[in-house]
């Protein structure tokens, strides 16, 4: 079992950065492969972003490729989103989350444990 803390999120102006962060408490972070989703009020959980177990793959939407870059450390179990760009659109509560797939699925049903999310809001 893992526990997923996110921390990171706030008010930011269009074209501006943020950084979240996902601490995962235990020892098996490096068993769970990783990923962020967003989800804004009356629409379903949408994926952002995934990474493998030793961040040998990563996977993005399209609407954020380019923009976004996920990681891992895994030494501080750790995950990271760098958001660059960041539009009116971004604007939403983020969720990193654990799957013991070793795929990296893109529907939320796909995963196994879900931090509390964190508020991330961009203003034009």
């Known amino acids: 079992q893992v526990q997923l803390v996110e921390s990171g999120g706030g008010l930011v102006q269009a074209g501006g950065s943020l950084r979240l962060s996902c601490a995962a408490s235990?020892?098996?972070?490096?068993?769970?492969?990783m990923a962020w989703f967003r989800q804004v009020p009356g629409k379903a959980r949408e994926f952002v972003a995934g990474?493998?177990?030793?961040?040998?793959?990563?996977y993005y939407a399209d609407s954020v490729k380019g923009r976004f870059t996920i990681s891992r450390d895994n030494a501080k179990n750790t995950l990271y989103l760098q958001m660059n760009s960041l539009n009116p659109e971004d604007t939403a509560v983020y969720y990193c989350?654990?799957?013991?797939?070793?795929?990296?699925?893109?529907?939320?049903?796909?995963?196994?444990?879900w931090g509390q999310g964190t508020q991330v809001t961009v203003s034009s």
């Open positions: 989350a654990a799957t013991s797939n070793s795929r990296i699925p893109r529907i939320s049903s796909g995963y196994d444990y």
């Open positions: 235990g020892r098996t972070f490096v068993t769970y492969a």
């Open positions: 990474i493998t177990r030793y961040s040998a793959s990563t």
